[in-house]
């Protein structure tokens, strides 16, 4: 490490930001990814953004701005046009003295500042914020994309007096009428959607075709947000669009079809897997964004228990045996399994993966993807794939009879492997194995672990006020009011960082069962879930709701959250219980 660098990591360490050990972590993601350290401490989530841009102000002796602390003038918002504001990340936010005072997140970067000059011809001073907080900024003094906004779209779009509307008995009309005169508004339509959901962090965009409407949504942090609603009459339109960056058959309406659109926004390039299907009132259409930002997750960031991240980081080191995510779409089953691959990926190991699709490409690690129509399925992949002789095998999802016996297997013939199963907590997963038709015997003498999860979002940071629940809140959630007279509850108000919900960010909940050798003898003798799972809570299991409820205590959520995602059973009055003791001994030995 260099000598500017090393005074810029002792000033956060001085200023108690970070660890030593985070330091470390965070250089070596750094180097990896080609960002600064700055960058990968906050990607992490090890310090705030606005911790560590007052240091770096602090140590290049520049003026560090929050944004939420200032009202920047219209007029001096005026100064810098939209385009050289969105292209360069930047955003001026006052003017003194003749001189233009601009934000920037990069202190290095003399070249925008030097095309700044050149640009307005008048002198221009930095001062430093976050790149997140300016992007926020741009988004909310200018308050459109490229100087025009949906509405002016939607105008522009119904003044070229074209009727495209689909109807879903014939299929005619519509997409074939996608004439050249519109477009160009409903390109910019599109592409302005995307855009702005990126922008807003969404994982999902919905279009959705109703009888007298399109309804357009966003799903943020797991909930979805209606945004737009474009007239019926834009449906052949907007779907057109999409089919055409997608690569799709734009005649085919009666059918379902998968694509997929590479597209970048601003510095991120970004995977968009499309889904279109035909209902009652025409194509209803979904893309995915596919951020690779988000798989560059270790495992300490997954937000395990300290229990179970030592058991979680000792099972994947094992030689072979077979671990098992469970949870319903959208709980972050994949960034588990790519965090635990991400961990594994080293020069000496070979690691093949078998996925339907393959959504985000891994370094390093040969992924193969699933082609049903030419009868390449997971199982025939994993016959495969062992003539290879990997160490670890990565299997998408086992549902079915042959792709879990494969992967069973291949377990027992000295292979690591992670799967999926889709079961509401990790106990269930071994009758649903058996309920597959895998005998009991085999999946008791392969499987070694299972983590169940959910995803529940966080309070968000700049809003977050702290509280006390009422004695029936905490009588309905099981918590003692000596426990929660030592609890951090906590809340958001609502800003403008969290669009008002007091929610920002995800993190996960989670119950990871060990399958001991009292566990595995309860399989071979074919026990009930409900017995399985009441000797893992007494060999330490923590369920998925105390798992949230202690999140919960710590201020990390909400219990409406909790409640949202996990279901209290009888059997976690026995874990709470462990839960407390563990807390309470936290709370008294600091």
């Known amino acids: 490490m260099d000598q500017p660098m090393r005074d810029f990591t002792d000033l956060l360490l001085r200023n108690g930001v970070v660890s030593l050990d985070q330091i470390s972590e965070a250089t070596n993601v ?31 002796k520049l003026q560090f701005v929050d944004l939420n602390d200032v009202r920047i003038e219209d007029e001096v918002i005026q100064l810098v046009p939209e385009s050289v504001a969105r292209e360069n990340s930047i955003i001026p936010y006052k003017d003194e003295n003749d001189v233009l005072h601009v934000l ?29 907080a300016i992007q926020e900024a741009i988004n909310r003094y200018y308050g459109q994309v490229e100087g025009e906004s949906a509405d002016s779209i939607l105008q522009e779009f119904t003044d070229t007096q074209i009727d495209f509307t689909e109807t879903a008995e014939d299929g005619v009309g519509g997409e074939d009428e996608f004439a050249d005169e519109a477009s160009a508004p409903i390109v910019r339509l599109v592409g302005l959607m995307i855009q702005e959901a ?25 909930i979805l947000v209606e945004r737009d609603c474009p007239p019926r009459r834009m449906l052949g339109a907007i779907l057109s669009r999409i089919k055409i960056l997608a690569s799709m058959d734009i005649a085919e309406r009666r059918r379902p079809q998968d694509g997929r659109i590479k597209i970048t926004v601003g510095e991120k ?26 798989i560059k997750v270790g495992v300490r960031q997954l937000g395990l228990s300290e229990r179970d991240y030592k058991i979680f980081t000792q099972t994947i080191k094992r030689p072979n045996g077979i671990m098992l995510v469970t949870g319903p779409t959208g709980s972050g089953k994949t960034t588990t399994l790519y965090a635990a691959l991400n961990a594994m990926n080293r020069p000496d190991r070979k690691i093949i993966t078998a996925e339907d699709p393959v959504e985000y490409y891994l370094p390093g690690i040969n992924q193969v993807e699933v ?50 199963l889709h079961t509401n907590d990790a106990p269930s997963a071994v009758t649903r194995m058996v309920d597959m038709g895998v005998p ?58 969290c669009q008002k919900s007091g929610y920002r960010g995800r993190m996960g909940i989670y119950e990871l069962m060990v399958v001991s050798s009292r566990i595995r003898e309860m399989m071979f003798q074919g026990k009930s879930t409900i017995q399985i799972a ?27 959250e909790v409640y949202r995602v996990a279901k209290t059973t009888e059997q976690d009055q026995l874990a709470l219980k462990l839960i407390f003791d563990e807390f309470t001994a936290e709370a008294a030995s600091t």
């Open 30 to 60: 750094a180097r990896d990814s080609d960002s600064s350290l700055a960058d990968a401490l906050i990607q992490l989530g090890y310090a705030e953004p606005n911790a560590v841009y007052a240091a770096l102000a602090k140590f290049h």
């Open 104 to 132: 920037v997140s990069d202190p290095f970067d003399l070249e925008t500042i030097e095309k700044l000059r050149f640009i307005l011809n008048r002198r221009v001073e930095t001062a430093l914020a976050p790149r997140e």
């Open 198 to 222: 990126v922008q807003l962090r969404a994982s999902d965009i919905h279009v959705e075709p109703f009888e007298d409407r399109v309804r357009i949504r966003y799903r943020i942090d797991g």
């Open 269 to 294: 390039e970004l995977d968009l897997r499309v889904s279109i299907i035909p209902t009652n009132h025409g194509q209803s259409a979904v893309m995915r964004l596919l951020d690779k930002d988000n």
């Open 371 to 420: 082609r049903h129509n030419i009868g390449l399925d997971f199982a025939r992949i994993i016959r495969s794939m062992l003539r290879q002789a990997p160490n670890i095998i990565l299997v998408g999802e086992m549902r079915d009879t042959e792709t879990a016996s494969m992967g069973i297997q291949a377990s027992l013939t000295g292979h690591l492997v992670f799967s999926t």
């Open 440 to 497: 009991g015997y085999l999946v008791a003498s392969s499987v070694v672990a299972v983590l169940g999860q959910r995803l529940v979002r966080t309070i968000c940071k700049r809003c977050k006020t702290q509280y006390k629940p009422s004695e029936a809140v905490l009588r309905e959630a099981g918590i003692p009011p000596e426990v929660a007279e030592r609890a951090t509850f906590a809340k958001g108000k609502g800003c403008g960082y």
């Open 534 to 560: 009441e000797q893992a809570i007494k060999e330490g299991m923590t369920t998925l709701y105390c798992d949230g409820i202690r999140k919960t205590m710590k201020g990390l959520t909400t219990l409406e």
